[in-house]
């Protein structure tokens, strides 16, 4: 029997159960129940083994997400695999791309497993904030161990079919066709009369752990996951798996499992699973829009961005040319790369053949004219209009028609610098984030002319280099920046009012951000936001914090002077609240007739969170992001938002617009317009509706 996912053949005395669901064969009820009905027809029919295989390009990928947080639909994944394991002949499931999740959990239902060597096993569904639900917290540790198997599933990282062979998650691995060799292999186990093996019934490599491996979990996890409920929850789960007999361990798997499920955490992270995906698609720009190959790159200026933004194209295998004004500024910055690329080799990271290889890949050079034939030129030179122009106009008289020419810049208008080519369309906005060879993000700036062509191009090659791109428009510091900004006014608007920095950054870094914005400040150096201000001065009328300012006057510029909102020893990023600091924010809310007032923890959060979340609705609704997730996975991915909070429009959705809203209008009567609220905000709180739907 076959359904349209699942179906059924025979190849001599092997019975094949082929799945074939594009893109990655996620476990759907459909296929489910056609997992069932292939394993019937094999007891039916007279073959001696069964093998399971996946069309396409890969082992089933896991359970179907887009049925979480919906009715079940039956049959659940339980009985598949409860239908496979009780199968009365052997059943071999025959893995190539990825086994994840769920999809490992039917390769441990079977009773044999044998895989290509590209191919990658693994429980990533600690990732979705959940826990292994069919069986896989039970079974894994039962085939590789206790320690391997919390490794695993508190991590959700993968591993190669080499090393499961080694630690005897795969029995065989086969080189060249994959059914070819599945087909021998179940030949093999008929004629050798091997047993039928049930994972469920094994208990040699989970009886007798030592209770304190799983103290000694917890308690890295307590540092390594801060604020993450899942891998606690895997811990639990894995722990019963060495405590319960299975069928006991299997009911305490499915209770963490559905309250994981049920948590907002979880629900959460699932947002930006998705979203993570839907960023990458443009409305207007079809799927089939033509992608011009990007063959060969060039950045200009090898300073902190351009060395960075080289290096990616480099990891990626693409050559690069990299351009400054000097050979000495050109050593400078390829003797940093260099640094870096020897920390990640002495890490053990990267081979030093890989590092030489990525070096090799970056030709550094002087003259415009070797960039005749690249296919994109990414500009990081500094942040001055006239110099971005000059360098534009030269760019346009040299590289030939269909190359891109994109800008690092993070505050100038693109459009501005597009008008002075005679090209515009082929101009394009790429916002890195410092480090540029680390930060996931990339805001992909879309400028007034720019071609669909250029667009999706820049998206794939974003891709490419393994960036998390989000479309944005034309306006001051974009998305990211745009919305960082009243968060930051509001942050030092409480210092006057009541807070010091360490309370503000100790209850945004409990909520779950990588750091508060007064530790950020010191990290990124508090003199550059300084002499922007005193370059474009403050607009009049608005209320401004000079405790900021007063800082830098005192040379307090951040950890690279060793002081800024806090104090740093020598060699040290550890911030020290500092007395002195506090003098200045009482000395200044005084000049700036403040009383200040005893502010508690909610206030500092909503007062932060509340103005990131207001401008963001602002921005949605101007239309420089596309959609709400898209604004999630800028700050989850460049601003160190919690992945767990699912990103600042997710998390306002999860609190309730309502309440948002109000709260706002209450800070507008108390602080007046930096508070009024977006119309947007306004009319989904009336409606009862949410950003991300
Ligand atoms: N369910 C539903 N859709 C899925 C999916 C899944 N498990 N995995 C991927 N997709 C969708 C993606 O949303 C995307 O859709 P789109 O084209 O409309 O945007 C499409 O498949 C292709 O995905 P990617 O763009 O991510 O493709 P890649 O080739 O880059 O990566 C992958 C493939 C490594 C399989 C990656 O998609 C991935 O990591 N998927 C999630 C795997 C996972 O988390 N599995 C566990 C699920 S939970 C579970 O199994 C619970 C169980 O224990 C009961
Ligand atoms: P940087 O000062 O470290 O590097 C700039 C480099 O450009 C220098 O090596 C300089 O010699 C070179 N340069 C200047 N004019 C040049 C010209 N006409 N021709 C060739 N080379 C020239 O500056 P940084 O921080 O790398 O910034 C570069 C760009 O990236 C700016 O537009 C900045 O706004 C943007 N950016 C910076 C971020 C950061 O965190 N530093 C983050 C995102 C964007």
Same mark, same amino acid.
């Given at each position: ?145 206790? /320690? ?43 004629? /050798? ?61 499915? /209770? ?349 959060? /909503? ?87």
């Amino acid at each position: 029997m076959s359904n349209q996912l699942v179906s059924y053949s025979k190849k001599g005395a092997i019975g094949v159960i082929t799945v074939d669901n594009p893109p990655v064969n996620a476990l759907g009820v459909v296929v489910r129940k056609g997992l069932m009905d292939g394993i019937a027809s094999a007891e039916k029919d007279d073959v001696k083994a069964v093998v399971l295989i996946c069309a396409g390009r890969t082992f089933i990928a896991g359970a179907d997400i887009t049925e979480f947080g919906k009715p079940p639909q039956e049959p659940g994944l339980h009985p598949a695999l409860d239908s496979i394991e009780g199968c009365s002949k052997p059943v071999i499931a025959a893995i190539h791309g990825t086994a994840l999740g769920g999809g490992l959990e039917v390769a441990l239902s079977c009773h044999y497993r044998c895989a290509v060597a590209a191919a990658k096993l693994g429980l990533p569904e600690v990732k979705l904030g959940l826990i292994p639900g069919a069986g896989g917290t039970q079974r894994l540790p039962r085939v590789v161990g206790v /320690e391997q198997a919390l490794k695993m599933i508190s991590t959700g990282e993968p591993i190669g079919a080499k090393e499961a062979r080694e630690r005897g998650l795969v029995d065989e691995l086969v080189e060249g066709d994959l059914l070819e060799g599945a087909l021998a292999f179940a030949q093999k186990i008929v004629d /050798e009369k091997r047993p039928l093996v049930k994972i469920s019934a094994r208990d040699e490599k989970v009886k007798g752990t030592d209770p304190k491996l799983f103290a000694a979990i917890r308690s890295g996890l307590n540092k390594s996951s801060r604020g993450f409920e899942a891998p606690m929850h895997c811990v639990d789960a894995v722990e019963a798996a060495a405590t319960l007999p299975f069928a006991e361990g299997m009911k305490r798997e499915r /209770e963490i499992f559905v309250k994981a499920h049920d948590s907002v955490q979880s629900r959460a992270q699932r947002h930006i699973f998705f979203a993570e995906r839907a960023a990458n698609k443009i409305p207007d720009v079809p799927s089939d829009t033509p992608i011009m190959p990007i063959k060969h790159a060039a950045v200009l200026g090898a300073g902190t961005m351009g060395g960075g933004i080289a290096m990616n194209f480099a990891n990626a295998g693409v050559p690069v040319y990299l351009l400054d004004s000097s050979q000495e500024l050109i050593d400078k910055g390829i003797g940093i790369i260099t640094k870096n690329y020897a920390g990640t080799v002495a890490k053990g990271r990267l081979s030093q053949e890989a590092m030489d290889k990525c070096l090799s890949l970056i030709k550094p050079t002087l003259s415009y004219d070797s960039f005749k034939d690249v296919d994109m030129v990414i500009e990081a030179v500094f942040e001055e209009m006239d110099i971005k122009k000059e360098v534009f106009k030269k760019l346009d008289a040299v590289c030939k028609p269909t190359c891109i020419m994109a800008s690092n810049t993070s505050t100038l208008d693109v459009n501005e610098i597009a008008a002075v080519t005679s090209r515009p369309q082929q101009v394009i906005g790429m916002h890195f984030f410092s480090p540029a060879n680390v930060m996931k993000l990339l805001e992909v700036v879309r400028g007034a002319k720019t071609s669909k062509e250029v667009l999706a191009t820049t998206m794939a090659v974003a891709k490419t280099i393994k960036k998390v791109a989000a479309v944005v428009g034309v306006c001051d510091g974009f998305v990211g920046n745009r919305m960082i900004h009243p968060y930051a006014r509001e942050a030092g608007f409480l210092l006057e009012e009541g807070a010091l920095p360490q309370d503000v950054d100790r209850v945004l870094y409990d909520y779950g951000m990588a750091m508060g914005p007064f530790a950020m400040g010191d990290l990124a150096g508090l003199d550059v936001g300084w002499r922007i201000r005193k370059r474009k001065g403050v607009p009049a009328g608005k209320r401004h914090s000079k405790v900021a300012d007063a800082l830098c006057e005192d040379g307090r510029y951040g950890q690279k002077t060793q002081k800024g909102w806090y104090l740093y020893e020598q060699g040290s990023r550890t911030p020290v609240p500092d007395p002195s600091v506090e003098a200045i924010i009482l000395r200044e809310a005084e000049a700036a007739g403040i009383t200040r007032r005893k502010i508690s923890d909610e206030e500092i959060l /909503e007062r932060c969170l509340y103005a990131l979340v207001n401008e963001g609705a602002y921005i949605l609704e101007e239309g420089f992001a596309q959609r709400a997730s898209d604004i999630d996975v800028i700050y989850t991915f460049g601003y160190g938002y919690p992945v767990y909070r699912g990103g600042p429009m997710f998390w306002a959705d999860s609190i309730g617009l309502k309440k948002v809203y109000e709260r706002i209008c209450e800070f507008q009567k108390i602080h007046g317009d930096d508070w009024k609220p977006a119309p947007l905000l306004k009319k989904l709180a009336e409606e009862g509706k949410t950003f991300t739907g």
